[in-house]
C-alpha cells in the first residue's frame, strides 16, 4: 500500500511538515477553498501540488471532488456542473493527478453525534447514535415525517434523550450533526436543512440510483481518456436518515454500480469503517470480489454496539477484521501488480492532541498511532506471505 495522509490545506492545524514526520509518503487533499460547482483552474492545482511537493511529499488522491446537490437531484443547471466536472477533472490529468475520490450521499456528508466520547484508556473518539439523530430529527429539525418514518421504540427512546438535554447540549448536538466535520461539502442550520430537504421529496432510493448512474455516464468516458479513476466513497452512516435515500451502502449497491457503468475509471474507495458499519458487509470477500475497483483504501475500525450505535475504535481493533482486510488487500496488490494508496482514516484524539486545537477525527497523533499500526500489519503480513 501506499501510505498516506489527509490533509485539509494551508490551514489545517496539523502542517505537511508534521506528516512528513509520521512515515507517509502521499498527501490526499483537495481544493477545499473552492465552491461546490465551480471548476478548479491547472493554476490552482499546480500550485497546491507544488507546495506538496517542497515538503518533501507527493499529492497521491483528490478527496474529494464534490458532486454538485444540482447533480444529484438532477436539477436544471445539470448540464452546466456536469461541463465543470469534467473540466476539473481535465485540469487534474494535465496535473498528473490520476485518483479521484468523490461521494453520492445527499446533502449531508460523514454524520456524528459525539465528537468527544470518552474511550477507557482517556482518549476522545466520535460517535454516532440513532437515538440522539431521533431525538434531532423529532424535537429540533421537526421534520415533518419524522414521526412516521422512525420506528416506535426510537420514537419514545429519543423523547426521554430529548428530555435530558439541557440548552446547552441542544445547541451541541445540532452543530455536531449539521454544521459540518472535516471535508464535508455542506453545512446548515435547521432551517437551512428543512428547506434543502424539500429538494429530496420526490427523489426516493431508485431514482438517486438512476441521477448516479447518469453522472457516471456523463464522466467516466472522459475520465477513461485521462487515466483518471473515481473513486466512490460509501455512505457513512450506510443506511438512510432525516428520511434521505442512501445508494452505496451495501456490496449489492456496488455490485449494480459496477454493472451498470463498467467503465474502467468507475472504481471504489473501500472504506473499512463506513461499509463496516453494517455486520451484514463481508469487508474481507468484499476486497477479494471487488478488488478490481478499489483504487483508495481508507483504514479504520468501528466498534459496533446494541441498538445501531457505533463509535471509532483503535485502527486493530473492533469490528473490522483489520488483518484479514489487510491481508485480502495484500493478495489484490500481489495479483494485479499495484500498489493501492491508503490512508489511516480518522483516529483518536489523544495525548498532546487532547490539549490543541484539531479537526474532528483527524487529530495528528491517533492517525500516526494508526499509520505506524497498519505498516507493521502489512509488512509481518508480507513477511508471512513471502516465507509460504
Not at 512528513?20 to 473552492?34: D, K, N, S
Not at 483518536?348 to 500516526?368: A, E, V, W
Request: proline share 6%; with cysteine.
Amino acid at each position: 500500500m501506499v501510505q498516506t495522509m489527509r490533509w485539509f490545506g494551508p490551514n489545517d492545524p496539523v502542517t505537511l511538515r508534521d506528516i512528513r514526520q509520521t512515515g507517509a509518503t502521499g498527501i490526499v487533499t483537495a481544493l477545499h477553498e473552492v465552491p461546490n460547482g465551480a471548476v478548479w483552474s491547472r493554476e490552482a492545482i499546480a500550485d497546491r501540488k507544488q507546495m506538496i511537493h517542497a515538503s518533501g511529499l507527493e499529492w497521491d488522491v483528490v478527496e474529494s471532488l464534490p458532486v454538485h446537490e444540482g447533480i444529484k437531484t438532477a436539477s436544471n443547471d445539470w448540464d452546466a456542473l456536469i461541463g465543470s466536472y469534467r473540466d476539473s477533472l481535465i485540469n487534474l490529468a494535465a496535473n498528473d493527478i490520476r485518483v479521484v475520490t468523490y461521494n453520492f450521499m445527499p446533502l449531508l456528508d460523514w454524520t456524528r453525534t459525539d465528537l468527544e466520547y470518552a474511550m477507557p484508556d482517556g482518549a476522545l473518539a466520535l460517535r454516532f447514535d440513532p437515538v440522539a439523530v431521533a431525538a434531532y430529527d423529532l424535537h429540533i429539525l421537526k421534520r415533518a415525517d419524522a414521526a412516521v418514518t422512525t420506528d416506535p421504540e426510537l420514537v419514545d427512546a429519543a423523547t426521554r434523550y430529548f428530555k435530558a438535554l439541557t440548552p446547552e447540549a441542544v445547541d451541541r448536538l445540532e452543530r455536531t450533526i449539521l454544521a459540518g466535520l472535516p471535508g464535508s461539502e455542506e453545512s446548515f442550520d435547521s432551517a437551512g436543512f428543512r428547506a434543502a430537504l424539500s429538494t429530496y421529496a420526490s427523489i426516493g432510493a431508485e431514482r438517486l440510483r438512476e441521477h448516479h448512474v447518469r453522472f457516471l455516464r456523463a464522466v467516466c468516458p472522459l475520465a477513461d481518456d485521462l487515466g483518471i479513476r473515481l473513486v466512490v466513497h460509501p455512505d457513512d452512516p450506510p443506511f438512510p436518515i432525516f428520511g434521505l435515500p442512501r445508494v452505496v451502502s451495501t456490496e449489492s449497491d456496488l455490485a449494480q454500480l459496477f454493472a451498470e457503468v463498467p467503465n474502467a475509471s468507475n472504481g471504489l474507495c473501500f472504506c473499512t469503517g463506513s461499509l463496516g458499519v453494517r455486520a451484514d458487509n463481508d469487508l474481507p470477500g468484499m476486497v477479494d470480489r471487488l478488488g478490481s475497483r478499489i483504487g483508495f483504501l481508507h483504514l479504520r475500525s468501528v466498534e459496533r454496539e446494541p441498538g445501531g450505535a457505533f463509535h471509532e475504535a483503535a485502527h486493530l481493533e473492533g469490528s473490522a477484521e483489520m488483518a484479514a482486510v489487510v491481508g485480502a488487500v495484500h493478495r489484490l496488490s500481489r495479483r494485479e501488480g499495484r500498489r493501492i494508496p491508503m490512508r489511516p482514516d480518522h483516529g483518536h484524539q489523544m495525548l498532546d492532541d487532547l490539549n490543541r486545537l484539531t479537526n474532528p477525527g483527524y487529530s495528528l497523533l491517533g492517525r500516526m498511532r494508526g499509520l505506524a499500526e497498519l505498516r507493521g500489519l502489512e509488512r509481518g503480513i508480507e513477511w508471512a506471505s513471502d516465507r509460504g
